[in-house]
């Protein structure tokens, strides 16, 4: 027993077992703009939803190339590292293997033409039968032809969450980062190996790439303990988002000085700064969140515009070796050549324009420089040092899963969900930014 016990310790602590970074693809097609993924109702949602339901989750997306013929979807399930689990599809989904979305509508009085579907999922016809990660696959004629291929969690609450956000005490994270600490019970379920079979995944607002999955620091009398004290459950605070609100196009609005109308709207922003070395200012926000609106419009869909969002970012180092993005909810953090911020050398500024939707928007501006390494991918505290800067004291909230690989099963279930906020742990306000339904 004894011998057990030591080799059990050193499972616990074994940073490998303790600790990995699990994020979702995110795809999305040439043309397609403007994807709207989230909670029926509350566009500061991510996509986890119990197990079960219908109608729980809003899609809603933008063509370019205008196609009104309704596309096709399925659903992929997952495994807790959203590779594909070993579930074949009358396995994991109840229904027929494929459904079609509605038709598109074509916009209307818009300078920037575009077709627009919104929808809610899933469908009685065709969801999810098991519990787990899946992705939504939305495809033209074949699933060769993909067009988006987007994240999602079906929960099945077995268990009950209790956790908190508070400050670090590492000394070295303590004024940059957030500690999520969480404890499972388990009683009631069957584990064999908890320290294998377990994983806590935390995800930070709705950025996929920050997720973070964990094992069990220890087990009591059926009750696991992710209280780790390595840093492994401390995320970058970031700062408050960035924004824009030009619902009421051609206005000037806060932050925005002046419009042009070109082949279509520029939105010239106020100068952004590096907010990096800056001491931290409380301002509310809705945690990178983005919600096409147009003052007036009976159906924002199809008659919000497109824009560009012109932004330049004076360099205060003056050496223009970054390579900085523009990313929030409206592209699911994903760093593009669409959405960087180029390099002016007379200026000694970063420059570019982003399109995006008429609207309210949030955003930050990353470094994505390592994009050669392996980890590029991973969200990190440095990606937005000089540009942001981490603050202990920003607003974000968490969403946490449990998942559990039965003894003899093929697959990992989602056992177990909670969300946590940091403004209610500092008695802020929430930002209320509502949709709505389709």
Not at 46 to 62: K, Y
Not at 95 to 102: A, D, I, K, R, T
Not at 313 to 342: C, I, M, S, T, W
């Amino acid at each position: 027993m004894s011998n057990l016990k030591l080799f059990t310790l050193s499972l616990m602590f074994s940073p490998a077992l303790a600790y990995a970074q699990f994020a979702p693809d995110w795809l999305v097609a040439e043309g397609i703009h403007s994807v709207q993924w989230h909670v029926l109702g509350d566009p500061q949602s991510l996509t986890v939803v119990p197990l079960g339901e219908t109608g729980s989750l809003r899609l809603a997306f933008d063509d370019f190339y205008q196609s009104t013929t309704p596309f096709n979807y399925t659903w992929q399930h997952c495994n807790r590292d959203w590779q594909p689990s070993g579930l074949n599809h009358s396995e994991a989904i109840e229904g027929f293997m494929e459904s079609q979305l509605p038709d598109g509508i074509l916009s209307f009085n818009t300078y920037q033409p575009y077709s627009h579907m919104s929808t809610i999922l899933p469908h009685s016809d065709c969801m999810p039968r098991v519990s787990g990660n899946y992705y939504l696959i939305i495809f033209g004629e074949s699933q060769m032809d993909t067009l988006l291929k987007l994240p999602a969690v079906f929960v099945n609450q077995k268990t009950q969450l209790s956790g908190g956000i508070h400050r670090t005490s590492l000394m070295g994270l303590r004024q940059s980062h957030q500690e999520i600490d969480m404890i499972v019970d388990m009683r009631d379920i069957s584990v064999l190996n908890p320290f294998k079979d377990v994983a806590l995944s935390i995800i930070q607002n709705r950025n996929w790439r920050s997720t973070k999955q964990l094992a069990p620091r220890f087990l009591r009398n059926g009750v696991m303990d992710f209280d780790h004290d390595d840093g492994s459950n401390c995320f970058p605070g970031g700062n408050h988002f960035r924004y824009i609100d030009n619902k009421n196009l051609p206005v000037p609005s806060l932050r925005v000085s002046r419009y042009e109308l070109n082949e279509r709207w520029v939105a010239f922003v106020d100068e952004e700064i590096a907010r990096g070395i800056l001491y931290p200012t409380h301002q509310q926000d809705g945690q990178g969140v983005f919600v096409p609106r147009k003052q007036g419009s009976d159906d924002e869909g199809i008659e919000a515009d497109y824009l560009w969002m012109d932004l330049f970012l004076k360099d205060n180092e003056g050496k223009g070796h970054r390579q900085l993005h523009v990313l929030g909810d409206f592209n699911a953090y994903q760093p593009h050549l669409d959405n960087q911020l180029l390099y002016d050398e007379i200026e000694q500024a970063y420059r570019g324009r982003i399109i995006v939707k008429q609207g309210y928007l949030e955003y930050l501006i990353a470094d994505e420089s390592r994009s050669s390494t392996d980890e590029s991918s991973q969200w990190s505290a440095d990606k937005i040092q000089w540009s942001e800067g981490n603050h202990w004291e920003t607003n974000n909230r968490y969403t946490v899963i449990v998942y559990l690989r039965s003894w003899g099963a093929r697959h990992d279930e989602a056992m177990g969900m909670m969300t946590l906020d940091s403004r209610n742990a500092m008695g802020l306000k929430a930002l209320e930014l509502r949709v709505g339904n389709p």
